[in-house]
């Protein structure tokens, strides 16, 4: 497509990632060639495209990607030509410079913009923010009378980078939010889309389920690289309602791609706070609602009954810790409850793991898996996880073993409980059922597992960072 801007046009192509399939349900969307991140293929793919803009007149082109890693955005500029702008998705990934005013806790991944060299050596500029509407992203360049990018050291950095979306900004560049959404402008559409959901909104935060004194960790870089407190809690909730089900099932086993944000605050000082008050609603500091859950587990994803024999149950931890690598957020990145796993991810993917245990909650820690040999090598293991892996889901093998004895919970004929504003048999209604259970209001027991750094997570254990033991 194109778009025009002061008498110029501007080619804009768009690119997902080639793991469409395997990391969400598309419906009826396929992809196109290969299906493994696979950027020289993905080139093949786009510079026919981009060819053809040239080719109509049109020497400033834009890239729109969202390959979820900004490593492949950097490979695939350089297998291109005719490109001058990524516009990175799907990382999250912060770029910015010293000038630029964070949200307190962020940090800057890279600079804003990464520049780079298409595959005839002429400057790429790469773009990325991180995600939740938190930044509004700013690119000032300049291009020659050829249409090329101007280089990149040159830019003003003062005017380019990303812009932290509150009161503020807000204040700073209109003068009140009043000027900014007055009649006519963006922003007094979006105000006119906020005030007609804000009653559901209201309601959904009023309906509160349970209490915390600590921030509960959803951020991507966190959940996806280690254990998390909110790893624990979600995916002891799912153990808690699929061994109410089937007293057998011995673990839970989710991935960090389905946590889509924390359930509380950062301070201006970044220190990591529970959920705030909300006047509106009532609710109250530590306080977890409705609006909380299902912002955070946005999928629902139902939940499923497994049985793994020892050795599948290995290849599944073995690919929940595959594409752990420095810089990386994979999405197949496991939180679990039930057991604990050692992993090295220095060694070759598939053969990180170390060792396994089942630990029943009430001090009994079962050893199933040391030294790359399984205690007992006929046992099989009855675990819960969420239908979306269980139908090979970001990648996971589920589908290629031989004994899955597979029950979705969703098509049980399940206790309503006490909670309603989710199906039963799905991962938001079991986290608001454990919490009302176990971390109610009134009950004098909120959840209260603070966030540990890597060295001292104690169901995931990267044994190259590892205090544990």
């Known amino acids: 497509m194109t778009v025009g801007e002061d008498g110029e046009r501007i080619g804009i192509v768009g690119a997902t990632t080639q793991l469409l399939e395997s990391i969400s349900s598309p419906g009826d969307t396929r992809v196109i060639g290969s299906?493994?991140?696979?950027?020289?293929?993905?080139?093949?793919?786009?510079?026919?495209?981009i060819d053809e803009l040239v080719a109509s007149?049109?020497?400033?082109?834009?890239?729109?990607?969202?390959?979820?890693?900004?490593?492949?955005?950097e490979q695939l500029a350089t297998l291109l030509t005719g490109v001058d702008i990524i516009i990175a998705g799907g990382s999250d990934s912060l770029l910015a410079n010293p000038d630029d005013v964070l949200r307190p806790g962020d940090t800057a991944d890279r600079e804003y913009p990464v520049a780079t060299t298409d595959a005839a050596g002429n400057p790429v500029a790469i773009v990325s923010t991180d995600g939740e509407y938190s930044y509004v992203g700013r690119l000032v360049v300049g291009f020659d009378e050829n249409?090329?990018?101007?280089?990149?050291?040159?830019?003003?950095?003062?005017?380019?980078?990303?812009?932290k979306t509150d009161i503020a900004e807000v204040d700073a560049l209109w003068g009140s939010l009043a000027a900014a959404?007055?009649?006519?402008?963006?922003?007094?559409?979006?105000?006119?889309?906020?005030?007609?959901?804000?009653?559901?909104?209201?309601?959904?935060?009023?309906?509160?389920?349970?209490?915390?004194?600590?921030?509960?960790?959803?951020?991507?870089?966190?959940?996806?690289?280690?254990?998390?407190?909110?790893?624990?809690?979600?995916?002891?909730?799912?153990?808690?309602?699929a061994?109410?089900?089937d007293p057998t099932v011995v673990l839970s086993i989710k991935n960090g791609g389905g946590i889509r944000a924390s359930i509380g605050v950062i301070d201006s000082?970044?220190?990591?706070?529970?959920?705030?008050?909300?006047?509106?609603?009532?609710?109250?500091?530590?306080?977890?609602?409705?609006?909380d859950i299902e912002n955070s587990l946005r999928f629902n994803n139902g939940l499923s009954l497994l049985t793994l024999t020892g050795d599948e149950l290995v290849a599944v931890f073995e690919h929940a810790v595959a594409a752990t690598a420095p810089g990386a957020t994979p999405g197949q990145f496991a939180q679990i409850g039930g057991a604990s796993f050692e992993y090295n991810?220095?060694?070759?993917?598939?053969?990180?793991?170390?060792?396994?245990?089942?630990?029943?909650?009430?001090?009994?820690?079962?050893?199933?898996?040391?030294?790359?040999?399984?205690?007992?090598?006929?046992?099989?293991?009855?675990?819960?996880?969420?239908?979306f892996l269980a139908g090979g889901g970001d990648g996971y093998p589920f589908g290629a073993l031989t004994a899955p004895d597979r029950i979705d919970l969703r098509d049980q004929a399940l206790d309503a409980g006490s909670s309603v504003f989710a199906p039963t048999g799905s991962e938001q209604d079991a986290l608001a059922e454990y919490l009302i259970a176990n971390h109610g209001i009134g009950q004098g027991t909120?959840?209260?597992?603070?966030?540990?750094?890597?060295?001292?997570?104690?169901?995931?254990?990267?044994?190259?960072?590892?205090n544990v033991g």
């Not at 390959?67 to 492949?72: E, I, K, R």
């Not at 000082?269 to 409705?290: E, F, V």
């Not at 909120?446 to 540990?452: F, I, L, N, Q, R």
């Open 35 to 49: 299906s493994s991140n696979d950027m020289i293929s993905l080139a093949g793919l786009l510079q026919p495209e």
């Open 57 to 73: 007149g049109i020497d400033k082109i834009i890239v729109t990607s969202h390959l979820q890693q900004l490593a492949l955005e």
């Open 147 to 163: 249409g090329v990018l101007l280089p990149l050291d040159g830019i003003d950095l003062t005017v380019n980078g990303p812009i």
């Open 181 to 241: 959404s007055a009649p006519g402008t963006k922003a007094a559409l979006v105000q006119a889309v906020v005030d007609g959901i804000r009653g559901v909104i209201t309601a959904k935060d009023g309906n509160v389920v349970g209490e915390t004194t600590v921030y509960l960790e959803g951020r991507r870089t966190q959940v996806r690289t280690e254990e998390t407190n909110f790893g624990d809690l979600g995916s002891d909730a799912n153990l808690a309602v």
């Open 243 to 245: 061994r109410a089900f």
């Open 269 to 291: 000082n970044g220190n990591l706070l529970p959920p705030p008050a909300n006047p509106d609603t009532g609710k109250a500091d530590g306080q977890i609602s409705q609006l």
């Open 345 to 387: 991810p220095a060694l070759p993917a598939g053969s990180r793991i170390v060792s396994i245990s089942l630990d029943d909650g009430a001090g009994t820690v079962t050893p199933i898996y040391e030294d790359g040999t399984l205690v007992d090598d006929t046992a099989t293991y009855r675990i819960v996880t969420l239908d």
């Open 446 to 466: 909120p959840y209260s597992m603070a966030e540990t750094p890597p060295a001292s997570d104690t169901r995931i254990i990267d044994t190259t960072v590892s």
